[in-house]
């Protein structure tokens, strides 16, 4: 039956809704990907540590992607299946009764509630907190809100909803306000016991009403309604076509990455680093530094930590302050930057020359979950060449990920054999390398990198019925391209490194780095 749908055309389109930039990709039943389509936008960054953006923009970008790929295809309108929409997580706008926007949105890398975050610890308490929602007091979304009420108290009060950003453009395209599961549950707000609920009793502890949030929490891979006349006038897309609800980033990366079992870790090499398994049950927890929960669109828990700087955005900085000359080689030879770039990694051993890279640019993840930080580098010589801060960045994410796979095995007591990489970075063989022989384990990367916009196209094949179960959209639509594997000399380097140097780096200059941040701030408000 599905070989018939497929030379028929049927397809599907994933969106993703990114931090600074939105991507759409049409997919064929078998996960091909038959058109694609990239739009940019702007992050504002009003003050230090402040990241907003106008929800406008998505929605913009979100109706220039479909037009773009329903036009400029052969493929015949009448044989889109549907559409879901995937996400950059936490991120909110407030909006009114006709949900407009009546402020930028506040992103999910915005780190302005730190002491919203204290307060909460204080109040109700870090384990309290993390045991009725799965995620302890940290950057999500809520505390964003208590940001809101307790700054710009006449804002907060004319607010009608909070929506993330999903159930923004969701609404635009059907007429309907709902949210998901895994869009809610990064909130910090949801009962993760029962996560078609918010979790009221912290919502008031916290002082904040829940009645400002989206009433209606649907599971993924559940149509939330069709494309209307109004929206189709604007997006290409025929009346009619069914918008099925998808999840945040990170859970489609994992899906359309192919994580679908215990064992697995799949880590994403993208503006943010996260690590990602699957829980058959509601794991352990009690120990809230550890890890944070996530819900996959097949409805399974998922234990995500996180590195809030990854290989983009490291990569990024580093290029902008200190590759001009290999952008310039780039350029002379003709070929692509961000490839001569990675591959400066190849002409330095293991170990970098001793330069060593704690990735805490913008701010901790587990277990630490320091907002107010800094990255640390060690080791610069004046022998250090570029090469070797591209490596020390590569190796300090891996050696991160190393931390987090041990907080995640002992969440599920389940070890874990294998990776599986996705986001821009997979794109690299080095980076790949690199992580098998730091990790230990294979590595495996998958056919598209648009694993994302792959996950939300999953989610639509299967709600809207060409597939059964997303066991078999999985099967279907996944493909695996290359695998690594670790490299036994290096591996036993990486793992005294790691063991005798790595893991104290932070731990020495962490009161240090702390320190020096409280004392700026002092000076700033004087």
């Known amino acids: 039956m599905i070989e018939k749908t497929c030379q028929r055309g049927e397809y599907v389109i994933g969106v993703d809704v990114g931090t600074s930039s939105a991507k759409a990709c049409t ?12 739009v940019d936008y702007k992050v504002l960054t009003p003050r230090p540590g402040w990241r907003e953006q106008k929800a406008e923009w998505w929605w913009e970008a979100t109706v220039k992607l479909l037009k773009e790929l329903i036009e400029k295809g052969d493929l015949d309108k009448k044989n889109l299946k549907g559409i879901a929409i995937t996400h950059q997580r936490l991120t909110f706008v407030p909006v009114d009764r006709k949900i407009e926007p009546i402020y930028n949105a506040i992103l999910w890398n915005d780190i302005r509630c730190s002491k919203e975050v204290e307060y909460a ?31 710009i108290e006449k804002l907060y009060e004319n607010t009608y ?8 453009i969701c609404y635009k395209l059907t007429g309907n306000l709902v949210t998901t599961q895994s869009a809610a549950i990064l909130t910090g707000a949801l009962d993760v016991h029962n996560p078609n609920k918010w979790r009221t009793d912290i919502i008031r502890a916290l002082g904040l009403d829940e009645s400002k949030l989206v ?57 943010s680093c996260t690590s990602e398994v699957i829980s058959e049950a509601l794991p352990r927890l009690d120990d809230p530094r550890s890890y944070y929960l996530e819900i996959s669109p097949t409805g399974k828990y998922i234990l995500e930590t996180t590195i809030p700087s990854g290989g983009s955005d490291l990569m990024k900085w580093f290029r902008e302050n200190f590759g001009h ?19 400066q990694a190849k002409y330095c051993g293991a170990g970098s020359l001793g330069v060593m890279l704690v990735p805490y640019f913008n701010s901790a993840g587990p277990p630490y979950w320091d907002l107010d930080t800094g990255g640390v580098v060690i080791g610069l010589t004046t022998d250090t060449r570029p ?14 990920v190393k931390r987090h796979t041990r907080l995640l095995e002992s969440g599920t007591g389940v070890k874990i054999n294998e990776l599986l990489m996705y986001g ?42 060409v597939y059964k179960s997303f066991e078999e959209a999985i099967q279907n639509m996944v493909h695996i391209k290359k695998t690594y594997l670790p490299d036994p000399e290096k591996n036993r380097i990486y793992e005294e490194l790691f063991e005798r140097c790595y893991l104290s780096i932070y731990e020495g200059v962490r009161d240090v780095t702390l320190e020096a941040k409280r004392i700026l701030k002092k000076y700033e408000k004087e």
């Open 121 to 151: 610890r204080e109040t109700i308490g870090e384990a309290e907190i993390f045991r009725k929602t799965g995620v302890a007091p940290g950057y999500w979304s809520i505390y964003k809100i208590l940001w809101l009420k307790n700054n």
């Open 424 to 465: 821009g970075s997979s794109r690299s063989d080095i980076w790949n390398q690199i992580f098998s022989d730091v990790i230990g384990v294979k590595v495996l990367v998958p056919e598209t990198p648009e694993t994302t916009s792959l996950g939300a196209a999953i989610c639509a094949a299967m709600g809207s019925g």
């Open 27 to 38: 997919f064929d039943l078998f996960g091909n990907v038959v058109e694609e389509a990239h």
């Open 161 to 168: 909803k909070f929506v993330l950003v999903p159930d923004f």
């Open 325 to 343: 000359k290999l952008v310039e080689e780039a350029i002379s030879k003709q070929i692509d930057v961000w490839t001569h770039i990675y591959d």
């Open 215 to 271: 009433d209606e929490i649907l599971p993924s891979g559940v149509i939330i309604g069709e494309v209307t006349e109004e929206a189709s006038k604007v997006t290409s897309v025929p009346a009619g076509v069914p918008v099925v609800t998808a999840a945040g980033d990170q859970p489609c990366g994992t899906l359309g990455a192919g994580l679908r079992k215990e064992g697995q870790v799949a880590v994403n090499g993208g503006t």
């Open 387 to 400: 090469s070797h801060f591209i490596r020390a960045i590569m190796e300090g994410l891996a050696f991160e």
